[in-house]
Nanobody
Framework: VQLQASGGGLVQAGGSLRLSCVAS????????MGWYRQAPGKQRELVAT???????DYGDSVRGRFTISRDNAENTVYLQMASLKPEDTAVYLC???????????WGQGTQVTVTS
């Protein structure tokens, strides 16, 4: 499985961005997709995940502002981010959890920078 993330950028506080992550390869093995983020000097943290049956989970810091969705036909997961805050600034990493132990996949990061 390979993951290609896109959609990051520079936005002012209060603005919105949408991230996309396209999976390719053995996509039949993917059970869960999602996003994590990592800011300089901080630990990686959960942003949001979505299962193949569209059950979602969100990190406390983004719940109510971010929405994750997926298009199974396009093997794509989206992260709609609204009411962005400077503390949302981070590298956002796409993630795929697979039904093969030890073979979960991380995509390359996409930078999101929120200015005050």
């Amino acid at each position: 499985v390979q993951l290609q993330a896109s959609g990051g950028g520079l936005v002012q506080a209060g603005g919105s961005l949408r991230l996309s992550c396209v999976a390719s390869g053995s996509v039949f093995s993917i059970e869960l997709m999602g996003w994590y983020r990592q800011a300089p000097g901080k630990q990686r943290e959960l942003v949001a995940t979505i299962t193949s049956t569209s059950d979602t989970d969100y990190g406390d810091s983004v719940r109510g502002r971010f929405t994750i969705s997926r298009d199974n036909a396009e093997n794509t997961v989206y992260l709609q981010m609204a009411s962005l805050k400077p503390e949302d600034t981070a590298v956002y990493l796409c993630y795929a959890g697979r039904n093969i132990p030890g073979s979960n996949v991380w995509g390359q990061g996409t930078q999101v920078t929120v200015t005050s």
